[in-house]
Nanobody
Framework: QMQLQESGPGLVKPSQTLSLNCTIA??????????WTWIRQPPGKGLEWMGA???????YYSPSLQSRTSISTDTANNQFTLQLTSVEAEDTAVYYC???????????????WGQGTQVTVSS
């Protein structure tokens, strides 16, 4: 069974770049038709889809975050990563990585989820 695990700093200062990794166990980041996704949940709010990357490296981003977001894969470490630039307090959230199957399902449903990692933006 596939397992996903997020890792990265829990505290980021305003205007800095947030970088998170999602390590995949029980599967490969290059498996055909897998789609790797980042989702976040700000305190007191619902889930927000941020973006996704396919097994072949095609990327899709939320229009509201596109200018600040980059998702990539690291085949050597079987990971995919999120970079969010120019963070603000409003970017404080629990960040999740997730996996779906098929290009028609880049926004879900998701067959695998990480447990989530809290990121706080504060000076």
């Amino acid at each position: 069974q596939m397992q996903l695990q997020e890792s990265g700093p829990g505290l980021v200062k305003p205007s800095q770049t947030l970088s998170l990794n999602c390590t995949i166990a029980g599967g490969s980041v290059t498996t055909k038709y897998y789609v790797w996704t980042w989702i976040r949940q700000p305190p007191g709010k619902g889930l927000e889809w941020m973006g996704a990357i396919t097994h072949s490296g095609s990327t899709y981003y939320s229009p509201s975050l596109q200018s600040r977001t980059s998702i990539s894969t690291d085949t050597a470490n079987n990971q995919f990563t999120l970079q969010l630039t120019s963070v603000e307090a409003e970017d404080t959230a629990v960040y999740y990585c997730a996996r779906s199957y098929g290009l028609g399902y880049i926004r879900g449903p998701f067959g695998s989820w990480g447990q989530g990692t809290q990121v706080t933006v504060s000076s």
